[in-house]
């Protein structure tokens, strides 16, 4: 029976495996390596690896892996999992079964879009969802933000400290009086038009075409998209999720389901953050070790 399975690699999962490893604790990784970030060219804001491919960051992990043998890792989807007396069955994709005392959901989340033409084109390259990520490389050059959401103008105000060259695209929503008075207020111009066309190069934007026939000249921006959930394998079990669309959850990621903890944006959705990731996955792994010594079961790296 493995001590603990974390399903999901992104940093919360990958950061969660390694301090179970230096714990001694016989955990597995499960990803399917269909990260949210495979997208774009590079992070930004984690120490010392500022700039860094996510497949970069990914593979330097697994490589620190090595070092620990009770670390394994399985490139598969989890499809089911079970609860037991004693912890829990976990079913993947490709037919494999175990057993294991413990699980750590590290799924994050994935993105609802607005529905605007051949956005995808352009994400990850030349529009991004977070200027705290992303904002350093667009500032002060003529952006769009482009959403249908109340959030949209929250983020408007924030990504002004790196550019006042904005434009907000809400594609075909008109803007309540008190929207509209912020906006004017900030002196942010906005299209309410629904968008045509997005054009440019090699994904790195040039002009946003709209219904209305005006054609506004943009090299790059943000978006702001619904985040929900990547996997239901935790509502499944009777997590519910908390009002940021994380599952329920205490401090460090323990649920009700005993024996079921959560991490990163499977806990909380905002900030979505690689760094505020990888340190929920810290603190919960911490969690799932000292509940394992309390039951009596010591790390062994056999």
């Known amino acids: 029976m493995k001590d603990c399975t974390v399903i999901g690699g992104g940093p919360a999962g990958l950061n969660a495996t390694l301090v179970l490893g230096r714990a001694r604790r016989n955990v597995i990784l499960v990803d399917s390596n269909e990260a949210r970030n495979k997208v774009t060219s590079a992070s930004h804001g984690f120490i010392t690896r500022d700039g860094i491919t996510p497949s970069e960051f990914r593979e330097f992990a697994h490589q620190e892996f090595s070092q ?15 609860k037991k007396a004693d912890g829990f069955t976990i079913r993947t994709e490709m037919g494999r079964e175990w057993a294991t005392r413990k699980v750590i959901l590290a799924t994050g989340v994935k993105e609802k879009f607005p529905n605007i033409p051949n956005l995808r084109n352009f994400y990850g390259k030349s529009i991004f969802n977070c200027p705290y990520c992303d904002g350093w490389e667009l500032r002060d050059k003529p952006l769009a933000l482009f959403g249908e959401v109340d959030y949209t103008f929250h983020t408007a105000e924030i990504v002004r400290n790196w550019s006042l060259d904005l434009v907000i695209f ?8 008190s929207h509209e008075k912020k906006m004017k207020k900030l002196d942010i111009r906005v299209e309410t038009s629904g968008i045509r066309l997005l054009t440019g190069k ?3 934007l040039q002009k946003v075409e709209l ?25 499944l079990l009777g997590v519910k999720l908390n009002e940021t ?6 401090e460090v990621g323990k649920t009700k389901i005993t024996g079921l903890f959560v991490a990163g944006e499977a806990s909380n ?13 810290v603190k919960t792994a911490m969690a799932v070790n000292v509940e394992l010594i309390h039951e009596g079961i010591l790390g062994s790296e056999k």
């Open 68 to 82: 620990y043998p009770s670390i394994s890792t399985l490139e598969d989807k989890v499809v089911e999992i079970i």
């Open 170 to 177: 809400t594609n075909g929503k008109e803007l309540t009086i």
């Open 269 to 281: 959705v905002y900030p979505a953050q690689l760094i505020i990731a990888a340190a929920c996955g």
């Open 211 to 235: 219904e209305n026939g005006l054609v506004i000249e943009r090299v790059g921006g943000f978006v702001t998209p619904e985040l929900v959930q990547a996997s239901d394998l935790g509502t």
């Open 202 to 204: 090699d994904g790195m």
């Open 245 to 250: 669309g994380g599952h329920h959850s205490d």
